[in-house]
């Protein structure tokens, strides 16, 4: 497949070239007239859907663009203040707007001449979100999107002390890889310890969010708000009971995996205990992986690995290098975590990530470049909506790009041991994250299930939950205070509730199409870039299908997976 990256900004021809959403007033008369347009033929409505998809991207690229500056610098007041104008001023009024322009579109007697291949996903979605829409919900919507990021802006803050040194909690990460086992724990301490400072303020947050979410989803008719955001997501292809299967998939074939890692890294550091400072740790005498030391240099390492596997991929990293759409270094003040975030209109998205010169930071870029690959190749289609993929294809875009890339690390290791111990530690996060993935699912089904739960409720609960999914070979004896507080540290619970096993589901493409890799690279690569490239104009089975894979999570497959994994990292 040629692909391009050589990515040209939307032209504009139903709004003026510089109009800017600064305020309601500015675009609302571009609603009021698609809403008001007469559609007298299959031609017209489709011109009408290309000026509501135009209308779309420029409104999605402000918003996005408010969230970045937001989430790079938290401590800037007028930063969040544009943001939170956009949530509550903005947002709001354009909610019965798109609701009516949904059902003009499916009661217009054109829609049914429209191609069927090409707008069922589309009109699918539409309907979906007809049967969503409540009026009551617009308020409580806009103040969820607000209470969402005060996440990051409380863990933005969190910073610790070690040698005289001040640090954020993911640049103090990379001294849990020290061969000094005190400094090890006392860094594990303080972090954990540093978290537990802003426990009740995290405990509010999340049981706020809990109760506006049911109360969401008891507006639009709902029981409770794992049903209506299954719904809202558009999982139409696979329900809550797939997700409980999968969840005992992972205790039952994953588990035992991890177990022999931990084991093995037990016996690797000769130790009588593994404590869970010890698991990033190597043998005394064995420097830390160290695969860069600036942003800079993570970023031209990762378009040079990225052009080995095929060059379009690392003309992708360059484009976004000279927009300068890259901010990568952890600092304090910016929010945790990493995303790529792709911007409608001028189709070059944005990565965001806290590096801090760890191997860790290599797998986050490569993983945030397999979604801006996507954003690429998905840039031409016709519709914005289009390029609305279903989360469990996305995640393969990115997830299968941690493991294709391993096969040029040697532009991160210039020494045969590294980059062997690089691919080691990349296939043994690959299984170590699956029962993690599956309790903080089992965990939000049983949050929304039983919404007026009290905070020790819900801290038993977590630990319950815990403690069935945990390895038996880590030792975690008097650190409980810290274990019951483990969830806090995941902000998809917090900003993005319920995405989260489609980084499971997702693995398990992933791994799959790297099955291929090891048989056919350009082939399996020709797959990976057709099915990304459809975007969302196809159903979930069928974009799998597209990437030569089977949509399938089932037990056996999960077994079937886990064994080549397993194979592969004795070949390492």
Request: glycine share 4%; hydrophobic share 35%; proline share 4%.
């Amino acid at each position: 497949m040629i692909a391009s990256a050589d990515i040209k900004k939307i032209e504009r021809h139903f709004l003026p070239k510089d109009l800017a959403v600064d305020k309601w007033e500015t675009i609302e008369p571009y609603f009021k007239e698609l809403l008001e347009r007469e559609i007298s033929s299959k031609e017209s409505l489709e011109k009408w859907l290309k000026d509501i998809s135009e209308l779309e991207a420029v409104i999605n690229e402000d918003a996005c663009w408010r969230q970045i500056k937001m989430t790079c610098d938290t401590t800037d007041k007028n930063l969040e203040e544009a943001f939170n104008f956009f949530c509550m001023e903005i947002q709001p009024k354009i909610q019965p707007y798109a609701d009516a322009l949904n059902k003009k579109l499916i009661n217009s007697p054109f829609t049914k001449e429209l191609e069927l291949g090409k707008y069922f996903t589309y009109l699918r979605s539409v309907k979906k979100n007809i049967e969503l829409f409540r009026e009551e919900n617009i308020q409580p919507q806009s103040e969820l999107a607000v209470m969402q990021q005060q996440y990051g802006v409380i863990c933005g803050k969190m910073m610790i002390e070690v040698n005289g040194e001040e640090y954020t909690l993911q640049q103090a990460a990379k001294f849990l890889e020290s061969h000094d086992r005190n400094l090890r724990e006392e860094v594990y301490r303080k972090i954990n310890e540093r978290r537990l400072q802003d426990k009740d303020a995290l405990n509010d947050l999340y049981t706020q969010l809990i109760q506006k979410r049911h109360q969401v989803a008891i507006n639009a008719g709902f029981e409770n708000y794992r049903d209506y955001r299954f719904k809202e997501l558009g999982r139409f292809d696979y329900t809550k009971e797939d997700c409980y299967k999968f969840h005992e998939a992972v205790r039952q074939h994953v588990l035992p995996l991890v177990n022999k890692i931990y084991q093995k890294k037990k016996k690797k550091l000769k130790l009588d205990d593994l404590r869970p400072w010890d698991v990033e740790a190597e043998p005394e005498g064995t420097p830390p992986l160290t695969p860069f030391t600036t942003s800079e240099e993570l970023i031209n390492k990762s378009i040079e690995c990225f052009k080995q596997l095929r060059p379009f991929f690392g003309e992708c990293l360059q484009q976004m290098n000279a927009m300068k759409h890259l901010d990568l270094e952890s600092r304090k003040g910016k929010a945790p975590g990493g995303y790529n975030c792709p911007l409608a209109e001028s189709g070059a998205p944005f990565i965001f990530m806290n590096a801090a010169g760890q191997m860790h930071d290599v797998t986050t870029m490569v993983h945030e470049g397999g979604h801006a690959v996507q954003s690429f190749l998905t840039h031409s289609l016709e519709l914005n909506a289009f390029k609305e993929y279903p989360m469990e294809i996305a995640e393969v875009a990115s997830m299968a790009m941690e493991l294709f890339s391993m096969e040029h690390w040697e532009v991160f290791f210039d020494n045969k041991e590294d980059l062997q111990r690089a691919k080691e530690h990349q296939l043994e996060r690959t299984i170590t994250i699956f029962p993690w993935i599956a309790i903080i699912d089992k965990f939000q089904h049983w949050v929304y299930e039983n919404p007026n739960h009290s905070v020790d409720v819900r801290n038993n609960k977590w630990m319950e939950i815990l403690k069935k999914f945990s390895d038996n070979v880590i030792d975690y004896s008097g650190l409980e205070k810290y274990r019951e507080n483990a969830w806090q540290q995941q902000l998809h619970l917090f900003e993005v509730p319920f995405y989260y096993i489609e980084y499971g589901i997702a693995q398990l493409g992933a791994i799959g199409i790297w099955m291929q890799f090891k048989k056919n690279k350009q082939q399996a690569i020709d797959n990976y870039m057709n099915a990304l490239s459809l975007g969302g104009t196809k159903t979930l089975p069928q974009l799998y299908e597209a990437a030569g894979l089977k949509f399938d999570f089932s037990p056996e497959n999960i077994k079937t997976l886990m064994n080549f994994v397993a194979e592969e990292m004795e070949k390492i």
